[in-house]
């Protein structure tokens, strides 16, 4: 969410800046590959109702601006699930996300 938060902050600033979340590093190259998993399985998931139950549960200050910026800005918790969704959305092989978060195939121009 933080990173949503950051995101928007800078396009109202128009500043273009992505999303990037990293991850420690595991011992092993499967617990690295399960972490992803368990992140995109969450996201997928994430609801308006999670949302909520975060706003409402969270008491650290850089949350609370985030959602009072969300609220100024008009969007919903089930809005805030979406963007998450989109943003962070797991895209197979040899597809991107242009400018305007359309789905791209990298592969339609190979070979000319």
Do not use: W
């Amino acid at each position: 969410m933080l990173s949503q938060y950051k995101s928007e902050v800078a396009a109202k600033y128009r500043i273009n800046l992505k999303a990037v979340i990293l991850f420690k590093a595991q011992k092993t190259i499967a617990q690295s590959q399960q972490n992803k998993a368990n992140f995109h399985r969450l996201i997928e998931r994430l609801s308006a109702k999670e949302i909520e139950n975060i706003r409402l549960k969270s008491n650290i200050d850089i949350v609370r601006r985030a959602f009072a910026f969300f609220d100024a800005q008009g969007v919903s918790s089930a809005q805030l699930a979406e963007r998450l969704k989109r943003e962070f959305r797991v895209l197979p092989f040899g597809q991107r996300l242009n400018r305007k978060g359309k789905v791209s195939d990298t592969r339609q121009h190979a070979g000319r």
